[in-house]
């Protein structure tokens, strides 16, 4: 279990918000523009349910808004009330996720425990261990979290609870027991969100962070192979735009875009020497745009875009 370092020297910081109905109907798009455009890294966590008592009245919004808009991680959370059996709240979220495809492999479960007498850290693992069951957690040591106040898990021996640790703290310092996210405040403003919202920040790379929940290496063309899209024109909707890529009679891998189709397309090159006419290849991930088509010597012309940077090409072998 990583834990995050004392602030200071080169570490890396990236903020996170976190959601319920009390932030209301958000702008999801905006929300994780501006997250990438500030920290290079998009992830959201966001309620799911409130223990047996309801559904997040934005959950399902939520987890398609936020997926819609390339998130580069997400987080689902319960609430967990006191005195209601945990198996039973972690299947409501469970049936939740299920009914918008599942866990995806960037995406963690979070326990959301504040409330109950004793010790609470058999609780957490009940809910947890519902949750690995239902949603067939593929990296339970990477997506199963539990978050809480400092005093309360200070109090409560939720230091014997299994997961990756979320704690809350305002007002002060960084809390030395052991976490792997902060929740310093809850009353930052986020474009996107119309209102306060609650911000914890993570120490270290995007990449860290992926890790942290237990998504390999990645291996993007490996990856991009595999999937279904491929067809000589290729069209996909990213970044609020409807892109189009095909390889013209000359070989080359032409980029046609507009964020209204009936106002005019813009179009460029993004690579040469290609077969004319051949299938093109693409897929959304981590929050990129990712492009191949094979090229006249058998190899495959690798086409990347990125938040700030834009299109980067490799050739593979």
Known sequence: ??????????????????????????DHGTLIGSLRAAYNFACVIARINYGLVKVDNYADANVDGLRGAGADALGWYTYLIAGQDPAQQADILVR?????????????????????????SSRVNAYLDEVDSGLQ????????????????????????ARGHRWIAAYGQSEPAFGHDLWQFTNANQFPGIAGP????????????????????????????????????????????????????????LVHRFSDNPGGGWGSQVLASG?????????????????ILAPTTDGKVSYNWW????????????
């Open 137 to 160: 957690v593929a990296s339970p040591e990477g997506q199963d979290w539990w978050y809480s106040g400092l005093n309360f898990a200070l109090n409560h021996n939720l230091a014997a």
């Open 1 to 26: 279990m990583g834990r995050c370092p004392a602030p200071g020297g080169e570490t890396i910081d990236i903020v996170i918000p976190d959601v319920s109905e009390f932030q209301g109907a958000i």
């Open 197 to 252: 919202s609650d911000a914890s920040v993570y120490h270290g790379s995007g990449q860290d962070f992926l890790a942290l929940i237990g998504l390999p290496p990645a291996q993007v063309p490996q990856r991009i192979t595999q999937r279904r899209r491929s067809k000589p024109m290729f069209v996909i909707a990213f970044n609020n735009a409807l892109h189009e890529f095909n390889v013209n009679a000359q070989g080359n």
């Open 96 to 120: 939740v996720i299920q009914a918008h495809g599942g866990l995806r492999q960037n995406e963690f479960v979070v326990c959301d425990v504040e409330e109950g007498s004793g010790d609470q």
């Open 306 to 317: 990125t938040q700030g940077i834009g299109w980067s090409n490799q050739i593979l072998p």
């Open 274 to 290: 290609l077969v004319p006419g051949a299938l093109v290849g693409g897929e959304i991930l981590f929050g990129q745009l990712h």
